[in-house]
């Protein structure tokens, strides 16, 4: 079955950089678009960023644009999110998430992975 | 940007009908996602395209979309059904698109 296991979470202060990586097993990765989605502590889900299947594509929050970039490895069936100049309000348990196609959209969220924990400290 | 709005809580008790709402502009002419989400826990896909369950997912959960009103329905409510509901849209727009879930309702089994 689809399995997404993230990494790189931890605790950074503001104005420094952590970079996220989800590793997929049991898809045809290079298939399927892929997604960040992130929720802060107490709060509700807030998706991040996407990249499409190829990545010829790549969306962001209007929160993070020019501080956060995703990537894939389609060799390495791997899923990076490199975040830049964090502030505190980036706080948050980061999801990897598989989405159902290959669009140029995004449309939903088939598969999670477990999250990795990120806390920008003031 | 598209907003969804959710009423914040529900209460239900054991076997009866838990009716979770997910409003927004035209929603009806978009396609919606809900997700439960237990404690400690990441999300899981229940409905998605209005109202097309995954494999796995009990036949009690349900689902409607039209105009301005999306709605997810637990018929026999059950205690391993206490958890938050998120419904989410991709909004498409000219310049951009994005994914957009709205606030969360949480269900509580009496």
């Known amino acids: 079955q689809v399995q997404l296991v993230e990494s790189g979470g931890g605790v950074v202060q503001r104005g420094g950089s952590l970079r996220l990586s989800c590793v997929a097993s049991?898809?045809?990765?290079?298939?399927?678009?892929m997604h960040w989605v992130r929720q802060a502590p107490g709060k509700g889900l807030e998706w991040v960023a996407f990249?499409?299947?190829?990545?010829?594509?790549?969306l962001y929050v209007d929160s993070v644009k020019g501080r956060f970039t995703i990537s894939r490895d389609n060799s390495k069936n791997t899923l990076d999110l490199q975040m830049n100049s964090l502030i505190p309000e980036d706080t948050a348990v980061y999801y990897c998430?598989?989405?159902?196609?290959?669009?140029?959209?995004?449309?939903?969220?088939?598969?999670w992975g477990q999250g990795t924990l990120v806390i920008v400290s003031s | 940007s598209y907003v969804l709005t959710q009423t914040p809580s529900v209460s239900v008790a054991p076997g009866q009908t838990a009716s979770i709402t997910c409003g927004g502009s035209?929603?009806?002419?978009?396609?919606v996602s809900w997700y439960q989400q237990k404690p400690g826990q990441a999300p899981v896909l229940v409905i998605y395209?209005?109202?097309v369950r995954p494999s796995g997912i009990p036949e009690r959960f349900s689902a409607s979309n039209a105009g301005n009103t999306a709605t997810l329905t637990i018929n026999r409510v059950a205690a391993g059904d206490e958890a938050d509901y998120y419904c989410?849209?991709?909004?498409?727009?000219?310049?951009?698109?994005?994914?957009?879930f709205g606030g969360g309702t949480k269900v509580t089994v009496l």
């Open positions: 990249v499409r299947y190829d990545g010829s594509n790549e």
């Open positions: 989410q849209v991709w909004d498409i727009r000219t310049d951009h698109s994005e994914g957009v």
């Open positions: 998430a598989k989405d159902q196609g290959g669009g140029w959209h995004g449309s939903f969220f088939e598969n």
């Open positions: 049991g898809l045809p990765f290079r298939a399927y678009n």
């Open positions: 035209n929603i009806g002419s978009k396609s």
């Open positions: 395209h209005d109202s």
